[in-house]
């Protein structure tokens, strides 16, 4: 965390830039550079954090959100079904939210009143070569077959067109001919911002030095090395040139004092283009961290900048968006509670009035317990984890059965589904099945864990379907080797069980537990057993020996592992 603070009395190094406007610093470009070359890494190495707004629950509640305000605009006739409706979402990231969220909307929309509109997703970044690895990813691939989804290329500061992959046309204020609803989670705080210190009636910018210290090269410097100095001067004349920010700016000049807060100038400005493109008919729905009430932007004497990699973010200034929104015509609810890490910020332009009831009821909602309210609980419950088998049940399906919770809770849940019958077992495999559905590959090895719960279930072969989709996306490991061989082993395939161990040998010569399984499945050959004579239900007879339980490996001389629940970086996008 890097706060505001005196200059630094350190003099050696290089001077990259000196008092710029904050908005136009090196820093962003510094930005723009790790984001465009990362890519989707930055989210699957885990340097960005995502989980908070990249789950079922708030894929969910904004699906809900979105047919709920798409069936007020049809219903007040401000949709020509004619011409599509388009749901953009800025700043996409890895994918995996697009994912979750079009899982939920195919199910809610199939069933709605507006089921005959043409409703297509565009996921958005400011380069093409994130829409390239969307585009090829497999689980994307079915909403693109079916029209529902689509790419492009938007850079929100800048551009006053969307550019769709691969000649596909642009959105702009003559293709776009109804409403449009704009998501955007953990991006506007990473767009650039404008400082401003107020007090007396007087609004002064904050301008930004960049100092590159003795050994960090000035040419290819990594953001957390440089060396930060703010310094504040006055004002002269109009700042902005959009009249509805400026009037923003305005009302801050004269009703703040003795604080410094930061205009977020790069996403007002993506959503200025926009408002033109639909013809001021715009849902806005955004999770980040940042300040939505008024009374939460006086004194604060810094801004600070927190790293993720070589990218940072800031905290949002939620409350001029949603000024700005006024300022257009529109109005905007955030979330309830002020000591949440996580807001949620809704608004409206071009939707006021009875016609528009419903949503404003439905976003009132959302904002009591909303993404927020959940990650919180998400959290909370990481400390204490659900005692009985109904409590995580009940927990799964209030996330609208979230893969990384299920994973989080799966050694948990591995003793709580020991020894139930087949007719208890039912709704912990519906439960699975849909989360698994739910599954967008990343960090955690979800198929890994789904094989283990089935294995303590007594469903061998259930499990090896697993394993294997565990070796397809995740790589091949010893343990997830090893652990195949004992499903194929309760499955009665001795013969593939026996191939398993041997290759669990061949990646860790020094695993006792597949010396111990060779030996044995050698042993009951000569004995006779386990030839195809051998008709015994796969899943009457429960294993005997531990998995190992960790799909990274094993320790050395023995079938048990590190303690450590599997997590693997996914081979896929």
Not at 184 to 204: C, I, Q, S, V
Not at 215 to 226: D, F, I, K, M, S
Not at 249 to 262: C, D, F, H, K, Q
Not at 353 to 375: D, I, K, W
Request: proline share 6%; charged share 20%.
């Amino acid at each position: 965390m890097l706060a505001m603070s005196a200059p630094p009395t350190e003099v050696s190094g290089t001077q990259i830039e000196r008092e710029t406007r904050f908005s136009e610093s090196v820093v962003w470009a510094l930005q723009r550079q790790y984001y465009g070359g990362r890519g989707p890494a930055a989210w699957h190495s885990g340097e960005v954090p995502s989980y908070a707004t990249c789950n079922t629950f708030i894929a969910k509640s904004y699906a809900e959100a979105v047919l709920v305000y798409l069936t007020d605009a049809r219903a007040a006739g401000q949709i020509d079904p004619a011409h599509p409706v388009y749901i953009v979402e800025l700043a996409a990231g890895v994918g995996r939210f697009a994912f979750q969220f079009l899982c939920k909307w195919r199910q809610l929309f199939q069933e709605s009143a507006i089921a005959d509109l043409d409703v297509r997703y565009v996921m958005t970044d400011f380069v093409d070569h994130n829409p390239r690895v969307w585009a090829a990813h497999p689980h994307l691939a079915p909403f693109v077959a079916t029209g529902t989804l689509c790419f492009g290329v938007f850079d929100v500061e800048t551009a006053k067109e969307i550019e769709l992959l691969d000649g596909a046309g642009v959105l702009s204020a003559a293709t776009v001919h109804n409403p449009m609803v704009v998501l955007g989670n953990y991006a506007f705080d990473t767009f650039t911002m404008d400082l401003f210190k107020f007090g007396g009636g007087e609004a002064r910018e904050v301008r930004i030095s960049v100092r590159a210290p003795a050994g960090v090269n000035p040419a290819a410097p990594r953001l957390p090395e440089l060396l930060f100095r703010y310094t504040d001067h006055p004002i002269e004349g109009t700042y902005y040139e959009d009249p509805a920010l400026e009037r923003t700016l305005a009302a801050y000049r004269e009703t703040l004092s003795g604080t410094m807060i930061s205009i977020p100038i790069g996403g007002l400005r993506g959503l200025r283009t926009l408002l033109e493109m639909s013809r001021n008919r715009l849902l806005l729905l955004t999770s980040d961290k940042g300040f939505i009430q008024h009374d939460e932007l006086y004194h604060r004497q810094q801004h600070a900048m927190q790293f993720h990699g070589d990218g940072f973010s800031m905290m949002v200034n939620f409350h001029a968006i949603a000024s700005y929104l006024a300022e257009c015509g529109g109005w905007s609810m955030g979330t309830a509670r002020r000591t949440l890490n996580l807001r949620t910020l809704a608004g409206v332009v071009g939707g006021d009035g009875p016609a528009f009831g419903s949503t404003r009821v439905h976003l009132r909602e959302l904002m009591e317990f909303g993404p927020g309210e959940f990650f919180e609980l998400y959290q909370t419950t990481r400390r204490g984890p659900p005692q009985t088998l109904p409590q995580f049940l009940g927990l799964l399906r209030l996330s609208g059965y979230d893969p990384q919770m299920l994973c989080e809770f799966a050694g948990t849940l591995r003793e709580l589904v020991t020894g139930l019958d087949e007719i208890a077992q039912f709704d912990v495999r519906v439960a699975l099945d849909r989360a698994w559905r739910n599954y967008y590959p990343g960090p955690v090895n979800m198929p890994f864990e789904l094989a283990r719960i089935y294995m303590v279930m007594k469903r061998p072969v259930e499990a090896a379907r697993f394993y294997q989709i565990s070796l397809d996306w995740f790589g091949e490991t010893p343990a997830t080797r090893f652990n195949l061989g004992i499903c194929y082993y309760y499955a009665e395939r001795p013969a593939d069980a026996l191939v398993e161990f041997r290759r669990a040998l061949e990646l860790a010569p020094d695993f006792q537990g597949a010396h111990e399984w060779i030996s044995r499945l050698k042993a009951e050959a000569e004995l006779g057993l386990g030839g195809p004579e051998r008709h015994v239900a796969p899943t009457s007879r429960a294993p005997v020996v531990t998995l190992a339980t960790n799909p990274e490996g094993i320790e050395a001389g023995g079938a048990k592992t590190a303690a450590a629940e599997g997590k693997s970086a996914a081979r896929v996008a």
